[in-house]
């Protein structure tokens, strides 16, 4: 979902991910987001390793049904985080994309925020 402010709401669980229900759903045609958390105050988090995700890497996701999609990684982009191509990273697309986001960049202590936020592009394919 949301926060007040308008951005998208982040997992409460460092190792937990959250897809982004206001958006697209995976596997629909459009650009379904999932975020997840970098690192914790003690530890790394879910997306820590996203990083290494290069283009031709697969990444599988069940949904609620339990049906496994498919998607390929078509590349990634580090964004300053206030600047994001929101309509890149969230709209409208002629196939099934899922977007994965995590921060990037340097930690500022004083706003508890990273600079960058990272996005991994991938999109929909045949199953594995």
């Known amino acids: 979902g949301e926060e007040p402010d308008g951005a998208m709401s982040v997992p409460k669980q460092w190792n937990d991910v959250g897809w982004f229900d206001m958006g697209y759903r995976p596997g629909e045609n459009g650009s379904a987001v999932i975020a997840g958390h970098l690192d914790s105050t003690t530890d790394r ?9 290069k283009a ?28 994001a191509p929101l309509q890149k990273i969230f709209g409208a697309a002629g196939q099934p994309l899922l977007n ?6 340097t930690f500022d202590r004083t706003s508890k925020n990273y600079n960058q ?3 991994v592009y991938t999109r929909e394919v045949a199953g594995s």
Do not use: M, P
């Open 100 to 105: 994965l986001i995590t921060c990037n960049g």
């Open 45 to 53: 988090a879910v997306f820590w390793d996203l990083h290494l995700l």
């Open 117 to 119: 936020r990272l996005v």
């Open 56 to 83: 031709g890497d697969k990444v599988l996701l069940k949904d609620d049904a339990g049906k496994q999609l498919t998607f390929q990684v078509q590349g990634s982009e580090a964004y300053q985080f206030d600047k």
